[in-house]
């Protein structure tokens, strides 16, 4: 069995070539042997596990993403205000070196959320992840960006390093595992809260819907996920909806009660406007119980109005109303991508995803950073089978997220 084959089974990850091929020569070097030849292509099963420390990704830092743990927080608030008695359950997987967890506690206690009301449990597939996670000592690597005052309030220096206090530390479950092969029969519905953050970007299309099935099984059914910006399409496409929550990509399954949250609309950016998250790009367009009142007569020069009231007819079931709309629009302003996304949209909608392709890529043709388009062609292309192809449009994705929120890739 090749090299890459072996490391897949055994993690789930799709690897390029050249990330197995330099694991191996790290491998070979520590080993002493000759060449990459010498390797064994059968592996003791310890040798495995070494092989698979090198291709894991378990970088993070403190508070990545922060709005995600204000939205968690105040869920977790929500929980509590209705059921003062109850236990909120929290699930990070994969926990890396316990950055996400560990934020999550100190968002809590930032928060002045009773100790005794929330229980964070952390998984992650390598162990040395796991032990940097139990010994709570970080280096300042694991501090990034200017809001960083929390330390003060949680760590003690230790040399170069930071060490977290105790008390916070004992507030974490840490445990080994892979989310793949987990045995979830005792964790059906467990958890309130799950983060599953940048781990479906480095799955195929079939791994990527097992984990999904198992996130939503250890889901309860009126709890909420919180997903990677490039992640959200993949949710939506096996059963999830998004739920709108300010600066924070999270979803929900299908059967959540809506009072609870609400479904994102199909998105119309408006100009010299900061745009605001997008929706995740497999979110089903669905049917309002009333028709609003009819649209004011729109001047023949007003495309952004014409766009809004195609998005809106879409978002009504009138399909054949708004790509009229967006055709309108066009006339006026040929340039305007939004249009060419809610195209795409409405044909989606009606099953032709080869003509929603096609207004899709026109769309990024005009503006290479439209998040939204780019997510659904990631989709499709997974769709399609094109894993390359879709990898790349969801590493656009991500880039072009990271460049809105004034962060580094």
């Given at each position: 069995m090749k090299m890459r084959e072996l490391l897949r089974r055994e993690t789930g990850l799709n690897l390029s070539a050249a990330i197995v091929e330099r694991a191996v020569a790290e491998r070979v070097a520590i080993l002493g042997l000759d060449n990459a030849q010498a390797y064994p292509d059968a592996p003791t099963q310890s040798e495995l596990k070494a092989l698979v420390e090198l291709v894991v990704v378990p970088?993070?830092?403190?508070?990545?993403?922060?709005?995600?743990?204000?939205?968690?927080?105040?869920?977790?608030?929500?929980?509590?205000?209705?059921?003062?008695?109850?236990?909120?359950?929290?699930?990070?997987?994969?926990?890396?070196?316990?950055?996400?967890?560990?934020?999550?506690?100190?968002?809590?206690?930032?928060?002045?959320?009773?100790?005794?009301?929330?229980?964070?449990?952390?998984?992650?597939?390598?162990?040395?992840?796991?032990?940097?996670?139990?010994?709570?000592?970080?280096?300042?690597?694991?501090?990034?960006?200017?809001?960083?005052?929390?330390?003060?309030?949680?760590?003690?220096?230790?040399?170069?390093?930071?060490?977290?206090?105790?008390?916070?530390?004992?507030?974490v479950a840490f445990a080994q595992g892979n989310l793949l092969t987990l045995d979830i029969t005792a964790g059906v519905g467990r958890y309130d809260i799950i983060f599953c953050r940048n781990l479906l970007i480095y799955f195929d299309t079939p791994t990527t819907a097992l984990a999904v099935g198992r996130l939503a099984t250890l889901l309860a059914d009126d709890g909420i996920l919180f997903a990677g910006y490039a992640e959200v399409p993949a949710f939506c496409a096996s059963g999830f909806v998004a739920a709108r929550r300010k600066g924070a990509f999270a979803v929900h399954k299908e059967r959540r009660s809506a009072a609870r949250t609400e479904v994102a609309a199909l998105p119309v950016r408006q100009?010299?406007?900061?745009?605001?998250?997008?929706?995740?790009?497999?979110?089903?367009?669905?049917?309002?119980?009333?028709?609003?009142?009819?649209?004011?007569?729109?001047?023949?020069?007003?495309?952004?109005?014409?766009?809004?009231?195609a998005s809106r007819q879409a978002g009504l079931g009138d399909y054949a109303g708004a790509a009229a709309s967006c055709h309108a629009a066009l006339k006026i302003d040929a340039a305007a991508a939004d249009a060419y996304f809610i195209l795409g949209m409405v044909s989606e909608?009606?099953?032709k995803p080869g003509v929603a392709d096609?207004?899709?890529?026109?769309?990024?043709?005009?503006?290479?950073?439209?998040?939204?388009?780019?997510?659904?062609?990631?989709?499709?292309?997974e769709h399609n089978g094109d894993a390359a192809e879709a990898l790349r449009f969801k590493q656009r994705a991500a880039r072009v997220y990271q460049r809105q929120q004034g962060k580094s890739p």
């Open positions: 970088e993070s830092w403190m508070f990545r993403d922060a709005e995600a743990f204000t939205a968690a927080t105040a869920e977790v608030r929500e929980r509590l205000a209705a059921h003062p008695a109850r236990t909120v359950r929290i699930l990070s997987v994969p926990c890396a070196g316990g950055e996400e967890p560990y934020s999550m506690a100190m968002a809590l206690c930032d928060a002045g959320v009773p100790r005794t009301g929330w229980q964070i449990e952390a998984i992650d597939l390598s162990d040395v992840a796991l032990a940097r996670a139990r010994a709570g000592l970080f280096t300042r690597n694991a501090f990034r960006g200017a809001a960083i005052g929390f330390r003060e309030r949680y760590f003690t220096a230790v040399g170069n390093d930071f060490q977290i206090s105790d008390d916070l530390r004992t507030q100009p010299r406007k900061e745009r605001a998250a997008p929706p995740p790009a497999s979110a089903p367009v669905r049917r309002m119980p009333a028709a609003p009142p009819a649209p004011k007569p729109l001047a023949p020069q007003d495309a952004a109005a014409l766009l809004a009231c909608c009606q099953k096609e207004y899709w890529r026109r769309c990024v043709y005009l503006q290479p950073d439209h998040y939204e388009a780019l997510c659904h062609l990631a989709l499709l292309s």
